[in-house]
């Protein structure tokens, strides 16, 4: 609980500095202008991309088949579209590796090694019929 507290505190406070750097770096209006462009592709792509991850995932249950992938998929570019809405350069960067499908590959061991960790504990149980 303390290192989410720490995240909580810190990444807001990561976040301001960079973004007033890059305002004194190449201005105030350039610095908003990304900053609301990215809060818009961000709500384009939650859209898009989170109607396509749910049609990928109805498709595997009606083939019958585990929709792991899909819902790691679809859980991953919603969690980067909304840091794409976020103000702020470095959940925008997190975001964008998220969105976009070659980096996201990236992220999936992670997430199977955090789900296997957690079904060890007995915090996460899969019920099959």
């Known amino acids: 609980m303390r290192k989410f507290l720490m995240f909580l505190i810190l990444v807001p406070i990561i976040e301001i500095c ?4 890059s305002g ?6 350039p610095t908003l202008l990304l900053i609301v462009v990215t809060g818009m592709l961000g709500v384009y792509l939650a859209k ?5 991850a749910f049609q990928q995932l109805k498709i595997a249950i009606e ?3 585990a929709p792991g992938d899909a819902i790691i998929d679809g859980v991953l570019t919603f969690v980067g579209s909304v840091l794409l809405v976020l103000p702020g350069f470095i959940s925008d960067i997190l975001g ?3 969105v976009m499908p070659a980096t996201r ?3 999936k ?4 090694y955090w789900l296997r960790k957690k079904m060890k504990k007995g915090q996460i149980i899969l019920m099959q019929k």
């Open 48 to 52: 898009t991309k989170g109607i396509k």
């Open 24 to 29: 004194k770096l190449i201005g105030a209006f």
């Open 18 to 21: 960079v973004v007033l750097l």
């Open 109 to 112: 061991p992670m997430i199977y």
């Open 63 to 65: 083939r019958g088949q």
């Open 105 to 107: 590959k990236l992220f």
């Open 96 to 98: 964008i590796l998220l």
